[in-house]
């Protein structure tokens, strides 16, 4: 009777061990949280909100919410505006960003009464290189503060972590990202 109760205690201790495992896995490899420190994804995203992050999403597309290495080599977040080869501009006359001449609807996502920028540009994102702005274009140090330094304000595809997939807290906010349709109309 002894020896079964050992065995009952090396079991669980084992597959205890196999969870812990399996979960440290997982957080490395596949999905990982995230807290957001800053408003500069608002309304979005606000400070103290935690996302997860698949990164094994692929390569980045137009609209989607990434989590990168960021300019200054901290987990950073923002939304992908410009991929390879996009041509994207500040401001057309109606005051819109437009990526390869279409305008870029972005009141479903852009803070309240925000503009899309203060700051004029007109860059041609190379290949394998994203363009990246904030939600709360004024209050976000983005792809446009960081156009004077070596990298011109571009990051690579291969310093994102992941894309953000879900707010899981506070749970009252809770909600599964998707693209905006404005970001379909872009060829």
């Known amino acids: ?3 079964k109760k050992k065995g009952g205690f090396r079991e669980t201790i084992v597959l205890l061990v196999m969870g812990v495992g399996i979960a440290l896995l997982l957080q490395a490899f596949v999905v990982g949280s995230f807290y957001i420190p800053s408003e500069s994804m608002e309304n979005t995203l606000q400070v103290n909100d935690r996302v997860f992050v698949n990164k094994l999403a692929g390569a980045p597309e137009r609209g989607d919410i990434v989590v990168f290495k960021g300019w200054n080599g901290e987990d950073t977040i923002k ?3 410009g991929v390879g080869g996009d041509k994207v501009v500040c ?3 109606k005051k819109r960003i437009t990526i390869n001449g279409k305008p870029l609807e972005e ?3 852009l803070f309240p009464e925000d503009f899309p920028s203060g700051d004029k540009f007109d860059v041609t994102v190379p290949a394998g290189k994203l363009w990246l702005m904030g939600d709360h274009r004024s209050a976000s140090a983005d792809a446009r503060s960081h156009m004077e330094e070596p990298g011109k304000g571009f990051i690579g595809v291969d ?3 992941g894309t953000a997939v879900v707010r899981y ?3 009252s906010r809770g909600m599964i990202f998707t693209k905006p349709e404005s970001f379909a109309k872009v060829k």
Do not use: F, G, Q, T
Request: proline share 6%.
């Open 107 to 109: 009141s479903s996502y």
């Open 79 to 81: 939304r992908v505006i």
């Open 159 to 161: 310093a994102v972590v």
């Open 1 to 3: 009777m002894e020896k």
């Open 91 to 93: 401001c057309d006359s």
């Open 169 to 171: 807290w506070p749970l």
